[in-house]
């Protein structure tokens, strides 16, 4: 497994925990494990705690989440995605000052 599959699996997997409306998604490993035997290269953070692209991705989708208020009246805004494979997924998002985000996370085969 790659860094970038790895970093982009846990971001599908919080994107699509949020656009179900959950508030809670936990992740196991942080960091890498160095105390058990086998692969335990799936923390957000190598034993030494610099950060794998996991750790990037997630900082990055929690930055583009954050808002410190919220819109009463939410607009609509039409758009596509073409063509949209399946592995790929997407989530719009307004801001609180009226600006919209649109989110896309997945792979083009």
């Not at 990037?56 to 758009?79: C, E, F, M, Q, V």
Request: with cysteine.
């Amino acid at each position: 497994m790659t860094e970038e599959f790895h970093g982009l699996n846990l971001l599908t997997m919080y994107l699509d925990q949020f656009k179900r409306g959950w508030s809670y998604t936990a992740v196991y490993l942080l960091r890498d494990r160095v105390d058990e035997g086998g692969n335990q290269q799936f923390g957000f953070y190598r034993p030494d705690y610099t950060p794998r692209k996991a750790a990037g991705y997630l900082h990055n989708l929690t930055t583009i989440l954050a808002d410190k208020s919220s819109l009463r009246n939410p607009g609509k805004l039409a758009y596509s995605i073409s063509p949209q494979p399946p592995t790929v997924h997407d989530l719009l998002l307004q801001k609180s000052d009226g600006t919209f985000e649109l989110s896309c996370l997945g792979r083009n085969k």
